[in-house]
């Protein structure tokens, strides 16, 4: 089973400023299968990003995500108001079970 | 578009099973060769995918979970559920339905689930 590492596990950013979040696989991601989720309380999850660099359908540019082999990162180039979040890689580059990050949340600073 | 909504108990007792319903709205499932999913989160902990089906049937599980679940499709209801035997209170979580087999778009809103006599 692949461990997914996140860090940092909670980053405060004013609105307007870049975020980058990382996350670090125990082993390699075959194909770069690392996808990217939003969440916000009370609502479901929201792919972001698949494919460790392809924008779901619907999602804004200044979220974009990078890396291959066993680091990738998510940059959401100018926070807005409604990005302040709880933000999940997830890799399914092998056999299941297809694992998650902890999580990292983008807070207001 | 297409939406999802879990439904079921939000209070199981110990040693009994968990049974959630995820009822699809806005299009078939039977329809783009997509699998549905299963997946939950522990309280304060992260994401753990579940299992997923395809409208045929074909299953995929998570093997530390697979001798005590079953996952189902009923093409008519446009529905599919998850039955989770002999639960603990490490089975407490909030469970999602979503469809995908690998990513995951769209999920549905989570339903609580405890595990407490």
């Known amino acids: 089973e692949i461990v997914l590492t996140q860090s940092p596990g909670t980053l405060s950013l004013s609105p307007g400023e870049r975020a980058t979040v990382s996350c670090r696989a125990s082993?390699?991601?075959?194909?770069?299968?690392l996808a990217w989720y939003q969440r916000k309380p009370g609502q479901a999850p929201r792919l972001l990003i698949y494919?460790?660099?392809s924008r779901a359908t619907g999602i804004p540019d200044r979220f974009s995500g990078r890396g291959s082999g066993t680091d990738f990162t998510l940059t959401i180039s100018r926070l807005e108001p409604e990005d302040f979040a709880v933000y999940y890689c997830?890799?399914?580059?092998?056999?299941?079970?297809?694992?998650f990050g902890q999580g990292t949340k983008v807070e207001i600073k | 578009q297409v939406q999802l909504q879990e439904s079921g108990p939000g209070l199981v007792k110990p040693s009994q099973t968990l049974s959630l319903t995820c009822t699809v709205s806005?299009?078939?499932?039977?329809?783009?060769?997509?699998?549905w999913s299963w997946i939950r989160q522990h309280p304060g902990k992260g994401l753990e995918w579940i299992g997923c089906?395809?409208?045929?049937?074909?299953?995929y599980y998570n093997p530390s979970l697979k001798s005590r679940l079953t996952i189902s499709v009923d093409t008519s209801k446009n529905q599919f559920s998850l039955k989770l035997r002999s639960v603990t209170a490490a089975d407490t979580a909030v469970y999602y339905c979503?469809?995908?087999?690998?990513?995951?778009?769209?999920w549905g809103q989570g339903t609580m689930v405890t595990v407490s006599s």
């Open positions: 979503a469809r995908g087999r690998t990513y995951y778009a769209p």
């Open positions: 806005g299009g078939s499932i039977s329809s783009g060769g997509y699998y």
């Open positions: 089906i395809s409208y045929s049937g074909s299953t």
């Open positions: 082993q390699s991601v075959s194909s770069n299968y």
């Open positions: 494919g460790a660099s």
């Open positions: 997830q890799q399914y580059g092998s056999s299941p079970p297809w694992t």
